[in-house]
């Protein structure tokens, strides 16, 4: 958000709360009635030393807007970064800013290749290679469709000794020149209506890769388990993805996090993600803790009150706006 916008959007709020006399304005994830500013959940001083918590990385989209980086979450358990899920262009960043490190995370997972989440990660691999790991590093993403190579592909035209585009980084493709090998895993996605697939990534949490349907894009939802919770993080998805409504539908996550893209409006969707209405299905039949909105636009954002009713039709909990570095604690 562009710092004029973010203060118009202050101003509102502030005005809206002056209006009314609200008193919630002590909990900044509750949704009152006429406020225009994103809510945002209430932030711990840092992602917690103990415990497990998921930090957003980028909070953004495909666009360059004001200061969201692309799509990029990080998993932290008792203060160490254990599963980067995504790595979207502007991520590298964040994930310096947030104190990344490739020599404690047991994976990196991605739910497609489109470069709002997978744009940054030959600099973010670039940058692990300077840390001397030598312990193989588990990658998972979704395979491949025309326009689209599989993951595996995309790894060896990425860092392949022969002719990867960043080939002198061919030490991750065989675990030589003081690089980790990387176990690449592609998972079948069929448009959406592929089985899960959990991933063998970690003692300390579970990984699963739910399919979606992203238009033409092979694509992945993730549901991550962790000291007795979840977290469900859609990916871009369409309301098409009915396999991964049906098969999370009750599920309970601690948090939902949905790609908030598109505002509904005339000429959308186009089958490639869901509008605010549909997000609201989905959490309705999740029935998550939290409902944190993420990837979002300006053209998301700009209509926000309106984006909340209409996830309000069908879902009563709490719903949050996420921003680059934000901390979500188990
Ligand atoms: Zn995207
Ligand atoms: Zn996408």
Redesign the pocket.
């Known amino acids: 958000m562009r710092a004029a916008a973010r203060f118009a959007y202050a101003v509102c709020a502030a005005a809206v709360l002056a209006a009314c006399g609200s008193s919630d304005a002590a909990d900044p994830s509750a949704v009152p009635p006429g406020i225009t500013s994103p809510p945002r959940a209430e932030q711990p001083a840092g992602c917690p030393g103990t415990g497990a918590a998921l930090q957003v990385l980028g909070s953004g989209?495909?666009i360059a807007e004001a200061d969201r980086a692309g799509?990029s979450y990080l998993l932290w358990i008792d203060g160490e970064p254990r599963l980067l899920i995504d790595a979207g262009a502007g991520s590298f960043l964040r994930y310096a800013q947030a104190g990344g490190k490739l020599a404690t995370l047991d994976a990196i997972v991605l739910t497609h290749l489109?470069a709002?989440?997978a744009g940054d990660l030959a600099g973010i691999l670039n940058s692990g290679g300077f840390e001397g790991r030598s312990k193989p590093l588990f990658v998972a993403g979704p395979d491949a469709a025309p326009r689209f190579p599989g993951m595996e592909t995309f790894i060896t035209r990425l860092l392949g000794k022969d002719a990867g585009a960043f080939a002198y980084n061919g030490g991750y493709t065989d675990g030589t020149e003081n690089k980790p090998a990387l176990a690449v895993q592609e998972i079948t996605t069929a448009q959406g209506t592929g089985a899960p697939a959990g991933l063998d990534v970690s003692n300390d949490f579970s990984v699963m890769a739910h399919p979606v349907h992203h238009g033409v894009v092979p694509a992945l939802g993730y549901v991550i388990d962790v000291a007795g919770k979840s977290i469900v993080i859609t990916g871009?998805q369409s309301a098409q993805s009915e396999r991964f409504l049906n098969d999370l539908t009750g599920s309970k996550p601690a948090i939902l996090i949905a790609?908030h893209?598109i505002n509904g409006d005339d000429g959308q969707p186009r089958g490639l993600h869901r509008t605010p209405e549909q997000i609201g299905a989905l959490a309705g039949a999740l029935e998550p803790g939290r409902l944190v909105l993420s990837?979002n636009m300006e053209r998301s954002l700009n209509p926000i009150t309106a984006s909340l009713e209409a996830i309000g039709r069908a879902y009563s909990g709490p719903v949050s706006v996420a921003f680059d570095l934000d901390c979500y604690a188990l």
């Open positions: 989209g495909p799509t489109h709002d989440h871009d790609h893209v990837h």
